[in-house]
């Protein structure tokens, strides 16, 4: 099951800890439908892809991390390898996602 990372600290020691690994963080809000309705999947690929690495941030509980990164809608995924950001898209896409993971990993 994806982690919520609560904090901008433990956001940047998930993405310093992942090491070569893929990283792959769900911006989210518990208020957005579209978040609803892909949350099932998103946890279905986290177990699917165990090399990956699955992450979520609440932006309204992380705001500093949310802004950091530029959001402005959810979801919005974005990738991360070697802790430089590779790929971002918005929208609840399972589709899209998943040919985001296997094509990055």
Same mark, same amino acid.
């Given at each position: 099951? +994806?982690?919520f990372l609560k904090t901008k600290s433990e956001f940047d020691a998930a993405l310093a800890g992942a090491g070569g690994k893929l990283v792959v963080v769900d911006f989210t809000a518990s208020w957005c439908g579209p978040c609803q309705r892909i949350a099932p999947i998103? =946890?279905?690929?986290?177990?699917t892809y165990c090399d990956v690495l699955f992450y979520k941030v609440d932006v309204d509980e992380n705001s500093d991390t949310s802004e950091s990164e530029g959001i402005q809608a959810? +979801?919005?995924f974005i990738f991360?390898?070697?802790g430089k950001?590779? =790929?971002?898209?918005t929208g609840a896409n399972d589709k899209?996602?998943? =040919?985001?993971?296997?094509?990055?990993k």
């Open positions: 099951m +994806p982690h998103y =946890e279905n690929f986290s177990k959810m +979801p919005t991360y390898k070697n950001k590779v =790929e971002t898209f899209k996602l998943e =040919e985001t993971i296997k094509r990055l």
